[in-house]
């Protein structure tokens, strides 16, 4: 019988290990709320903190996991790249996911930034609820039109789609999106998501490329910018990820204002050492005088802008 994955390690913020008793309360750093995904507000609410909406005028980001986000607004929720399992063929996870699958309450839409088995999760799709369906790049549609969403969306690099005051564009990047090896037809990317006023930037995956300085100038005011840091070490070599400076580099040439790093440590993708993408990231940004503008949430914990 497969083992249990293991517990999550502690959060941290810039390297900097929370106070004893974190997380029975809430945190402020800079302008950011943390707030718990596993206790319940002192106000007595019979749900999760992380589950209510986030305060007026804010957007809350929770890490699930690997690529994929539970992404709040006043009045809107997304999830992105939703990824619940606990084996990818041979590779087993190696952290629990942040938040219970089924706990998950009905979005306005669900988010896919690519085919690839660890960002396209059918079984974990399969459970979620979106009242305005899921946003697919162009040639993945079929892959989820019998998943139970109301409408499937699929859409070209620098398209926008609205739904209601909320938009989602479909960036571009340096990676590919076949899901079998004869597929040469789809496409892949990130999503820049605004509403009321806040923006967060899903780089999906991707390797460096001169590109992210156009997102920068198309969406001068990304508030989050959810960047790639691991897998660099591809056992096939392929360059199609981006290792932890030149994700610090593409945040810089964007101009976002906060980077939280995703696709590390949870599934042993690459030959890179456990940790050792945040520890790269988390110098790089010091090097550069940055330090203030990296998030590394813990699964499962909100954080609010």
């Given at each position: 019988m497969a083992q249990e994955p293991p517990q999550r390690p502690a959060a941290h913020y810039s390297g900097l290990l929370p106070q004893k008793g974190w997380p029975q309360r809430n945190y402020k750093f800079f302008r950011h709320r943390i707030v718990p995904g596993m206790f319940r507000r002192p106000d007595g609410?019979?749900?999760?903190p992380i589950l209510l909406p986030p305060t007026q005028g804010s957007v809350r980001v929770t890490w699930i996991g690997h690529a994929?986000?539970?992404?709040?607004?006043?009045?809107?929720?997304l999830m992105v790249d939703p990824n619940w399992a606990n084996w990818h063929g041979i590779v087993r996870r190696r952290r629990r996911p942040g938040l219970p699958l089924q706990e998950i309450p009905e979005l306005d839409l669900v988010l896919v930034t690519h085919a690839h088995f660890d960002h396209l999760h059918k079984p974990s799709l399969k459970v979620l609820q979106s009242r305005e369906g899921i946003v697919v790049p162009r040639g993945s549609g079929s892959l989820v039109?019998?998943?139970?969403f109301p409408a499937v969306h699929e859409v070209k690099v620098w398209e926008?789609?609205?739904?209601?005051?909320?938009?989602?564009?479909?960036?571009?990047s340096h990676h590919w999106g076949a899901r079998y090896l004869h597929d040469t037809h789809r496409d892949y990317g990130g999503y820049l998501i605004q509403t009321k006023g806040k923006s967060v930037f899903h780089c999906g995956d991707s390797a460096w490329f001169d590109g992210f300085g156009e997102i920068g100038r198309r969406f001068p005011d990304i508030d989050?910018?959810?960047?790639?840091?691991?897998?660099?070490?591809?056992?096939?070599?392929?360059d199609v990820h981006m290792n932890p400076e030149e994700a610090v580099r593409a945040f810089a040439e964007m101009g976002a204002k906060?980077?939280?790093p995703m696709h590390h440590d949870t599934f042993p993708l690459g030959n890179e050492a456990p940790g050792e993408a945040v520890d790269r990231l988390l110098q790089e940004a010091d090097r550069l005088g940055i330090s203030e503008k990296i998030l590394i949430p813990e699964e499962g914990v909100g954080i609010e802008w």
């Open positions: 609410a019979t749900q999760p994929a986000f539970f992404i709040q607004f006043e009045g809107h929720s039109r019998r998943l139970g926008q789609v609205d739904f209601g005051e909320m938009s989602i564009v479909h960036t571009p989050v910018a959810l960047m790639p840091i691991g897998a660099y070490e591809a056992p096939s070599g392929r906060v980077l939280i």
